[in-house]
């Protein structure tokens, strides 16, 4: 009975063992819409700190070029889930793919337009941008959104400025200095870096902090989140719950750590070179961080007011915002983590 009772106890100690590995190698692929930028940071530092592995998940981060190609993979069945915009949610939305927004990591865009150096003198302002060519991160990305709707806003065609992909890292610092393109909507650090050597560069409309984006939307409105298919946020409730905990443990400890702690977690390849710059531009952007990872329903309403105003497509659809997102995960991670963690 000893015998059989050990040969038991072995084969139930060796089950435990095989099922805790196999829930810490629980698979997911994130698409990121462009891994250097600030406005993502969460997702990468998540994965530094190494709070995917604590939440049972072996992510795999795939870097893209914007958020319309991150959207694509997840749609295409290549990712899982996609770590860029909301707006993505509220568009496809209107063509009747469901999307759901899991957890918030940017309480604002960041957004900003930027004039090429070479062309201060003859772009003063947004109509001044008619006929010309304006650099987004991708065609159908974020960045591309924000032009067309600024464009509606300032009374222009949201196609009448000719739109050319530069991604939002160094191809679009490049684009801009060599006189590619005329203006361009970018993120930090690329701004920060394009202003550290043009200290004259000319910004037409921003959205890094409270005060701008409220000043060009009239609210609040989220930027970047973790979001997948609802179809399989439904089927991957565990894994989903797992993200979110990874996601606002990571915003806890950002906001309990200053800016060069901060920066001394990031891949060394994200930072680059020039640490000052990067440090300052994080300086810059770590009040956009939510401390949450929680959907202020008002920013999503806003979200799908700027869409229904530049997309007759949108407008006509009768978007229930309601559907493309959900606090319930970040509501049952509230319990255990977030800023208490350190």
């Known amino acids: 009975m000893r015998k059989l009772f050990g040969r038991l106890a072995g084969t139930l100690l060796v089950l435990v063992l095989t099922s805790g590995f196999a829930a810490a190698q629980t698979r997911i692929t994130v698409a990121i819409g462009g891994g250097a930028c600030l406005c ?55 063509k009747k793919q469901e999307l759901v927004a899991f957890v918030v990591y940017d309480r604002y865009p960041g957004l900003v337009l930027v004039v090429s150096p070479s062309h201060n003198g003859e772009i003063k302002s947004i109509k001044d941008l008619a006929g010309k060519k304006v650099g987004v991160s991708a065609p159908g990305s974020s960045t591309d959104f924000f032009l067309k709707y600024l464009l509606k806003k300032n009374g222009l065609d949201p196609t009448s400025a000719s739109v050319i992909g530069v991604g939002l890292g160094a191809t679009a610092v490049a684009a801009m200095e060599q006189g590619q393109i005329d203006a361009a909507v970018m993120l930090d650090p690329s701004v920060t870096v394009l202003q550290a050597g043009h200290p004259d560069l000319q910004i037409l409309s921003d959205t890094r902090t409270q005060k701008d984006t409220l000043s060009v939307f009239g609210g609040e409105y989220p930027g970047g989140a973790l979001y997948a298919t609802a179809s399989w946020v439904a089927t991957h409730e565990k894994e989903t719950q797992a993200l979110t905990n990874a996601i606002v443990n990571t915003l806890g400890w950002i906001h309990s750590h ?15 070179k020039n640490k000052e710059q990067y440090l300052a531009a994080l300086k810059n952007t770590i009040p956009m961080y939510s401390e949450t990872g929680r959907m202020d329903p008002k920013g999503a309403d806003a979200v799908l007011a700027v869409f229904s105003e530049s997309s007759p497509e949108v407008a006509k659809a009768h978007v229930d915002v309601a559907k493309t997102f959900t606090n319930r995960f970040v509501e049952q991670a509230g319990k255990t983590t977030g800023m208490n963690a350190k």
């Open 40 to 94: 993502y940071l969460p997702t990468v530092l998540a994965k530094q700190l190494g709070e995917f592995d604590k939440a049972g998940l072996a992510v795999e981060l795939v870097d893209l070029k914007g958020g319309s190609d991150a959207l694509k993979a997840v749609l295409g069945g290549s990712a899982d889930v996609v770590s860029g915009y909301f707006d993505h949610c509220v568009n496809l939305a209107a």
């Open 258 to 272: 200053s800016a060069e702690d901060i920066m001394a977690k990031m891949p060394p390849e994200m930072v680059g």
